[in-house]
């Protein structure tokens, strides 16, 4: 809340009719409200001029809109754009546009920092704040497509919420905002075309399955065994590979979609091939893919990336057990915008 009034835009739309009717308004203005919320993407009242101005000043006065701006932009040698973004109470955070020959990807963030702390990732080693609300995720997509129309002279074709944060523990914000980003009333994006990523909550990857929305999966695994993923991210120790493990299986059973793993390679640490049986073992549970991460460096930290022979080496033994892999290449590393390397130095 900001001096008492409320985020228009955490409303649902019978809310917002339910507010016109008791001004003495006309309910079909929830549309026109809706439309310069959602298709415009105003951040003041006083922009939506086919509004009375009494009905502009009724609102201004009860409600606020949570619009985020660009506070700056870094461009990358390959071309990847990281964008810092700010809340309108002054946080600061991060969504990157990744053009590709044929695609142009959208990662953005659901938090600002991230609870997990997992050891390798910069985010981690932020403060965590908050949640960011359904207008700032989606604000994210909607500012990275306008970026790329301008930029690429394409529309947005790929979503990865990959960016800051832990989606399944911002799950109604980031759920509402996916159903918003299909819909015809949002950026009519195919759910084919969103992927999101966790960490791993079982809770989380259960009521995903659950709903009607057949995004794509990604599961941050790093190790399948216990005693290293505890280390590398603690997450595990409160949702060990055994509850993961099932609440993919349930997941898998409900929607049938292949899930991906993604599995950074950080040098002498999961990258042996006990760690790859591990890993073939795990996947069994369902059909799958394996991306095999480069490490991005992050700034003080322990790691370092796989000698070039043992990627080889873990890739042809997954290759050998006839599942699919792929080698994720990394973007955006000058300008610290490749995976795992979002922190902001603002905070
Ligand atoms: N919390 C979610 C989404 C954010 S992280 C998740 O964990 O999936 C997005 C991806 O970047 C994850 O797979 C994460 O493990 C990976 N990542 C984190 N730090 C990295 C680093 N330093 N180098 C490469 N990838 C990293």
Known sequence: M????????????QEIECFLIKQGDKPFRKDQIIKWLWQKGVSDFNEMNNLSE??????????????????????????????????LDNLYFEGVLIPDRDRVTACISTQVGCPLKCSFCATGKIKYIRNLTMGEIFDQVFELNKL?????KRKLSNIVIMGMGEPLLNYDNTIRTINLLISKDGLGISPQRITLSTAG??????????????INL???L??????????????NKKYNLELLSAAIKYYYQKTEKRITYEYLLLGDINDSHEDAVALTEFTKISACKINLIEYNPTENDIYKPSKKEKVIQFEDYIKSKNLVVTIRKSKGQDIHAACGQLANKKH
């Not at 900001?2 to 739309?13: F, W």
């Not at 660009?70 to 990281?82: H, N, Q, V, Y």
């Not at 790329?148 to 690429?152: D, G, L, Q």
């Open 2 to 13: 900001v001096n008492d009034k409320i985020n228009i835009r955490n409303l649902t739309s």
């Open 54 to 87: 009494s009905l502009r000043e009724k609102l201004s006065a009860s409600f606020y809109i949570d619009k985020i701006k660009t506070a700056e932009k870094f461009t990358s040698k390959d071309k990847t754009i990281k964008v810092l973004f700010i809340t």
């Open 201 to 214: 909550i079982p809770q989380g990857i259960m009521d995903l399955a659950n709903e009607k929305i057949k």
């Open 222 to 235: 790093h190790s399948a065994l216990d005693s290293k993923r505890n280390i590398l991210m603690p997450v």
């Open 148 to 152: 790329s129309e301008n930029k690429f």
């Open 218 to 220: 990604s599961v941050s």
